[in-house]
């Protein structure tokens, strides 16, 4: 049996119940009811039409890595929030490597294919990725990567609003020189020491580090 044309009755974050019971041709000569089904079979479900939440929290948006801070996990959060919530399913993401001219992906072994490969993240509600193929001696110097994250419950909603954070691979060392003063100048008093620095890559600047000794 079928009942049909149910599809705009239904609310979402709702748990409903369906009650039914079956009856034959019969007549009771006590009553004049026919037979029927005891006990009635139920059936409780939810309806579940709210997309869950993802989020990247390793690696950080914008941020660097190098041979010396190696990138050694990717993980994340997703989050189904209805009261009635069918549960995430899965968490899958995609490793970018964008380079001038081109960008390929990450598919499993090395970064070869031309379109986004999605791949499957270990957990749901706490979630991670690695691979050996991603150790640093797999990365390109100064190139940027982009991870791409997205949850689907159980009920099959995908995330709408997608996770992305990209960092970058750098092993150039800044370079910083001073200024002011001079070298080997003569000085009275000099009231500030000026530099300039630089990153060579991609990282960009955390600070400028000096020291000043009386020889």
Do not use: C
């Not at 390793?58 to 660097?64: E, G, R, T």
């Not at 190139?143 to 750098?170: E, G, M």
């Not at 600047?205 to 000043?212: A, P």
């Amino acid at each position: 049996w079928t009942l049909n044309s149910l599809g705009a009755v239904w609310q979402d974050n709702h748990q409903y119940s369906v009650i039914a019971r079956a009856q034959d041709h019969t007549t009771n000569p006590t009553d004049g009811n026919p037979n029927l089904q005891t006990p009635y079979s139920t059936v409780t479900f939810t309806v579940d039409e709210t997309a869950p939440l993802t989020t990247i929290q390793v690696p950080a948006d914008n941020s660097a890595y190098s041979l010396l801070s190696q990138l050694t996990n990717i993980s994340g959060t997703a989050n189904d929030p209805n009261t009635f919530a069918s549960g995430v399913a899965r968490v899958k993401l995609s490793i970018a490597q964008v380079a001038p001219g081109a960008t390929n992906y990450f598919n499993g072994n090395t970064f070869a294919s031309a379109t986004e490969y999605m791949l499957l993240a270990t957990g749901t509600n706490s979630w991670s990725y690695w691979n050996i193929n991603l150790t640093a001696a797999n990365l390109v110097n100064e190139d940027t990567y982009r991870i791409h994250a997205f949850a689907v419950d159980v009920a099959s909603n995908p995330d709408v609003v997608t996770a992305t954070s990209t960092f970058v691979y750098d092993n150039d060392a800044p370079l910083s020189s001073v200024v002011f003063p001079a070298h080997l100048d003569v000085q009275q008093n000099p009231g500030s020491i000026q530099g300039t620095a630089a990153d060579v890559g991609l990282a960009g600047l955390r600070k400028v580090q000096l020291s000043i000794r009386l020889d």
